[in-house]
């Protein structure tokens, strides 16, 4: 009887264990459902932080030169960044008003004549083609007018809500991060502290290296524009500074715009922006990029390629955007969370002895 007895309790001790273990891979597995239909909220909550990240950067430097309050530092930051995107997109709608007509006319035209210089070498006229199917899916482009403004008003939605977020984060930083690191458990909070610390110094330095190279880029393209006496050359080296801020893919959107300006001007003139384009790439690529990591946060090439592709897949053009910062943060959280606590490996972590 005694033995039964224990045998029961071992089976009930078992089924309970058993049950236990079931509704913690069913909370898990809701938990991964419920992050992964979130994963375009937490996103643009990253992208919050970026901004955040950004403002604070230039209200800490206000607030120790000019003595003023952190509130009106972060004020005068929030304008500041509102002045200068305000500013370049003026600019750009100007310039792109200005272009639209001439290139209009003129893009056809000079098309045309690449096309009968390509159909020269035996090739089948690709253009023409390509404008003979234009012309029959013009129904198709219409009908998708309205798909495309829903995603226009979509996107204009997305950057206020990153903007506005980023605002509130950068005005009281300590009060969200210790509310972030109350959610668990408190033997764990002072390496969740250390993480973020590192994670936040890491991207720091990245943004500032990302400064210094957006910055020395629409200065060379600008310029480089200039001296070919391409059209629209300011406004151009602006766009070419933006699109610094991604990865791989930001370059070649840089140069397409400028390459199509030249192209109305003169198919040679085209012809020399592109070599300009790519002589400016491998500038910042092989002299810039080398120079400016010494000073700043380096992530391997690897890791911001499949990071670039990864995040788009998962995220969208969203994705893309953020996709440098994200694999920033990735990297030092994998390797201080899982490399050093996990498999209690030494590592360097981006950022130490910087900043």
Partial sequence: ??????????????????????????????????????????????????VGTIIRAISEPITKHLRLPDGMAVLAAVLLLVGVIGGVAWLLGQQ?????????????????????????????HPFQTWFAQLHHSGGTLVSRFGSWLSAGSTGVAN??????????????????????????PEDKRGLLAQAMSESERALRLWLKGELIAMLVIGV??????????????LVLGILAGFFEFIPFAGPILSAIPGILIALVQSPELAMWT??????????EAYLIQPVIQQYAVDVPAVVLLFSLLAFAVLFGA??????????????????????????????????????
């Avoid at 200005?98 to 003129?106: I, S, Y």
């Avoid at 690449?114 to 090739?123: A, K, P, T, Y």
């Avoid at 060379?220 to 050359?233: N, R, Y």
Wanted: charged share 10%; aromatic share 12%; proline share 3%.
């Fill in 159 to 184: 950057f206020l809500i990153v903007f506005f977020g980023g605002v509130f984060l950068a005005s009281e930083p300590q009060f969200y991060r210790t509310g972030a690191i109350k959610l668990i």
């Fill in 318 to 355: 969203i994705g893309i955007l953020f996709a440098a910062p994200l694999a920033v943060v990735s990297y030092v959280l994998v390797k201080r969370l899982y490399v050093r606590e996990a498999l209690g490996t030494d590592t360097p972590i981006p950022g130490d002895g910087k900043g």
């Fill in 274 to 283: 592109a070599l300009m384009y790519i002589f400016v790439q491998h500038a």
């Fill in 220 to 233: 060379m393209t600008g310029a480089g524009l200039w001296l070919l006496g391409v059209q629209s050359w």
């Fill in 1 to 50: 009887m005694r033995w039964a007895c224990v045998a029961k309790d071992s089976s009930s001790g078992s089924e309970a264990a058993f049950v236990r273990r079931a509704l913690i891979v069913i909370a898990l597995a809701a938990a991964a459902l419920l992050l992964w239909q979130l994963r375009t909220v937490l996103v643009l909550l990253f992208g919050a932080v970026v």
């Fill in 96 to 124: 792109i008003a200005a272009q639209t007509d001439a290139l209009a006319q003129a893009l056809p035209r000079a098309l045309g004549s690449v096309d009968q210089w390509l159909g020269g070498f035996g090739l089948s």
